[in-house]
């Protein structure tokens, strides 16, 4: 069964706290995203990875960095934690280069930054 | 640049009855569209997409969606809405002729069905 996991569910953390948010997929897919969730605006991309060691922004990459070592992780890191980084953050995958194939999405993680 | 627009916050019908939830895209070249669903407290599902082909597309749980070029629509349908159908509902376009390869999503539907 394919799986996208999180390594947090729910995560509280202080301003200014560097933040590690983990993702891994067991399903050998290329493509891997970070996302964030926010009420009345959807999902809006932060980074994607379409292969180990790339990484390209999305829409709203500020104050955002990500890494991938290898093919089934891909972290997103909150180098100064702001209040305004708090939302719900997912991770999804996807087997195939170019838009075919859907994107397969972890359970999230709702960040709070006080 | 892409986007995607679900102009109704909220769709509330009666179990039984038929339901639609609106999708408009913006993109240049073709489009590659999918609805995803997400349920409380979980991750989003896919339910369907569209790539190329026959404009009406059949998707999990009973779903289906029909694109329209002209009107540049992919709106999600349903013949007989459930209760358990209540979930937020997400539009996501891609363009299908360059190497970009994530998704621009819509704002949300949120579906209410009454008992």
């Known amino acids: 069964d394919v799986k996208v996991t999180q390594s947090s569910r729910y995560l509280v953390k202080r301003t200014g706290e560097k933040v590690f948010l983990e993702c891994v997929q067991d399903m050998d897919h290329e493509n891997m995203f970070w996302y964030r969730q926010d009420p009345g605006l959807g999902l809006r991309l932060i980074y994607f990875?379409?292969?180990?060691?790339?990484?390209e922004k999305g829409d709203i990459p500020e104050g955002y960095s990500v890494s991938r070592e290898k093919k089934e992780r891909f972290s997103l890191i909150l180098e100064s934690a702001s209040t305004n980084q708090t939302s719900m953050y997912l991770c999804?995958?996807?087997?195939?280069?170019?838009?075919?194939?859907?994107?397969?999405f972890g359970p999230g993680t709702r960040l709070t930054v006080l | 640049a892409q986007s995607v627009a679900q102009p109704e916050d909220q769709v509330n019908v009666a179990e039984g009855n038929p339901l639609t939830v609106k999708c408009t895209y913006s993109v240049s070249g073709n489009p590659y569209l999918f609805w995803y669903v997400q349920y409380p407290n979980r991750g989003l599902q896919f339910l369907l997409k569209?790539?190329?082909?026959?404009?009406l597309v059949k998707g999990s749980y009973g779903f289906e969606a029909e694109f329209n070029k002209s009107q540049t629509s992919f709106h999600l349908k349903k013949p007989s809405a459930l209760v358990s159908d209540s979930a937020l509902y997400f539009c996501?376009?891609?363009?299908?002729?360059?190497?970009?390869?994530?998704?621009?999503f819509g704002s949300g539907t949120r579906l209410q069905v009454q008992p």
């Open positions: 569209y790539i190329t082909g026959d404009n």
């Open positions: 990875s379409y292969d180990v060691k790339m990484k």
């Open positions: 999804a995958s996807s087997p195939l280069r170019g838009g075919l194939a859907e994107q397969f």
């Open positions: 996501a376009v891609t363009r299908g002729d360059t190497g970009r390869r994530a998704l621009t």
